[in-house]
Each structure stands twice: as structure tokens, then as C-alpha cells.
């Protein structure tokens, strides 16, 4: 019974074969998808989850507060850790070892530490230890963000500056040019033009984990989507108003990992 199918297979080229498994793959999600679609009770599922009168109660207050409040904390989250990222890439590509050192363990302790930790910390640890708290609403979760932020961007950023080519910098300095003038004006432009996709990127997933920002406690005017739905859910004992706070990330991501992707392609291109 076997003989004549690993004979047919055996004869096989590897690109069909390839072909085959993919079309059968195709074939196991399409089973997969159709159980589910039969088995599921989607009048529970709408009932739970999409219920049209909470969907309607959602709006507009969750893009004019909920949303709103995530871009902020992504802004200036994303801001704060560009500035701290330049700052630690430029001390680890600098000739001074205790520079070197110090921004080293600064990327390892932070990276090596989870951002809802630090959060909590920055939030709740710190004004119970120090009696010291971060002003404003949006103090504690942004400073929390753009601590961690900037200890990832400052690898991309050093990343990016090894990039640039070193004769750059060789002939700036032949012309004159301090070393400090000649990375400003000749080298970090080139730099940041490379790093433009993976900076998008970085404030993309910066955007996601804005949600982790609730764990410390916000105020009615400065709640993200993620605390916006978890209120909601527990106000309605309905799973409906996360569901709409994950479409409303969705219609915010998309459209920015669409122009990451177009970035990347437009850079290979020119490359």
C-alpha cells in the first residue's frame, strides 16, 4: 500500500514536494478554521464580546481620552528615550572607558529587567521608599517608558552610527571640524536616515506597551486603552469594551507597521 506512494513521493522534485506540504498545510488551517466556525455558539460569542449597545457606549470617549492618553504616553515615552538612547550610544562609542562602562551596565540592568517592573518601581516603589513622586499624570509612566525605551534605541542608535561609513568622519576632521561638530553635522544625520525603520518600529512596540502603564494607576482623564477596557469590562461584567480597545490598537498599529514595512523595502532598494 505504502510502495506506490513513497514512490510517487521519491519522484517528487523538492520544489513540488515543497509545493505539496504547503497546499496541505493550507488544507489542515482551512479544517482547522471551518470546525471552528461550526463548532463555536456565535450567539453566545456576540452576546459576550460584541454586544452592539456597549460597543455604541464606548465611543466617543475612548478616542478622545482612551487613545488619545496611549499616544501620549508613547510620545513622550519615545521622546524621552530617543534622548537617553543618543545619549548612551554616544558614551558607549566613546574613548573614555568609564563611559564605555557606565553605559554598559546602564543597557544591561535595565534590559535585564522587565518594563513592568520598572514601572511599579518608578510608580509605587519609589514614592513609598523616597517619598518622592513624578509629577503630573503622565510623569510616572512616562519616565518609566523612556528609561527602558532608551536602553533598547541606544543599541540601535550605536548600531546606526557604526553604519555610516568611517571615512565620514575621517574627512570632516581633515577639514577642520572638531570631533563633536563632525558627528552632529555630518555623522548622526546619516545615521538616524538609516534608522529611521527600525526607530518606527521601536515606537510601535512602545505603543503596545503603554498598556502596561495601568498597573500603577491612572486618573479618569488619563486612562490608555488597555485600563479604558478592563474598567469597562468590570463596569458591564462584558468582555465587549476590550474587545473594542484591542480593535482601536489595531486601527492605531496597522497603518505604522504598513510604513515600517514600506520603509524597510525603500531602504533594501537602496542598498
Do not use: C
Not at 460597543?55 to 482612551?66: L, S
Not at 517592573?117 to 513622586?133: C, K
Not at 474598567?231 to 490598537?249: K, M, Q
Request: glycine letters at 10%; aromatic letters at 8%.
Amino acid at each position: 500500500m505504502l510502495g506506490p506512494v513513497l514512490t510517487w513521493w521519491n519522484g517528487l522534485s523538492k520544489r513540488r514536494k515543497v509545493r505539496f506540504w504547503r497546499g496541505a498545510s493550507y488544507v489542515v488551517f482551512a479544517l482547522v478554521l471551518v470546525g471552528i466556525v461550526v463548532m463555536v455558539d456565535w450567539g453566545r460569542v456576540v452576546d459576550t464580546m460584541i454586544r452592539p449597545d456597549l460597543v455604541g457606549e464606548q465611543f466617543p470617549k475612548i478616542i478622545t481620552i482612551a487613545a488619545k492618553n496611549t499616544v501620549i504616553f508613547t510620545v513622550l515615552g519615545f521622546s524621552g528615550g530617543l534622548a537617553i538612547g543618543l545619549m548612551l550610544a554616544l558614551m558607549r562609542l566613546s574613548q573614555s572607558k568609564p563611559f564605555r562602562w557606565a553605559s554598559a551596565i546602564y543597557i544591561d540592568v535595565v534590559r535585564g529587567i522587565p518594563l513592568l517592573v520598572w514601572i511599579l518601581l518608578i510608580g509605587l516603589g519609589i514614592p513609598i521608599a523616597l517619598g518622592i513622586r513624578v509629577p503630573g499624570a503622565y510623569g510616572p509612566g512616562a519616565l518609566a517608558l523612556s528609561i527602558v525605551v532608551g536602553a533598547y534605541m541606544a543599541e540601535t542608535i550605536r548600531a546606526g552610527i557604526e553604519a555610516v561609513d568611517r571615512g565620514q568622519m575621517e574627512a570632516a576632521r581633515s577639514l577642520g571640524m572638531s570631533y563633536s561638530r563632525a558627528m552632529i553635522w555630518i555623522i548622526l544625520p546619516q545615521a538616524f536616515r538609516l534608522m529611521i525603520p527600525p526607530l518606527t518600529n521601536e515606537f510601535v512596540l512602545l505603543l503596545k506597551d503603554t498598556s502596561l502603564v495601568s498597573a500603577i494607576g491612572v486618573t479618569v482623564t488619563s486612562k490608555e486603552l488597555t485600563r479604558w477596557g478592563r474598567d469597562g469590562v468590570i463596569h458591564s461584567a462584558n468582555a465587549t469594551p476590550l474587545v473594542v480597545a484591542g480593535l482601536v490598537y489595531l486601527a492605531l498599529t496597522i497603518p505604522m507597521t504598513r510604513f515600517v514595512a514600506r520603509l524597510e523595502k525603500k531602504a533594501a532598494r537602496s542598498k
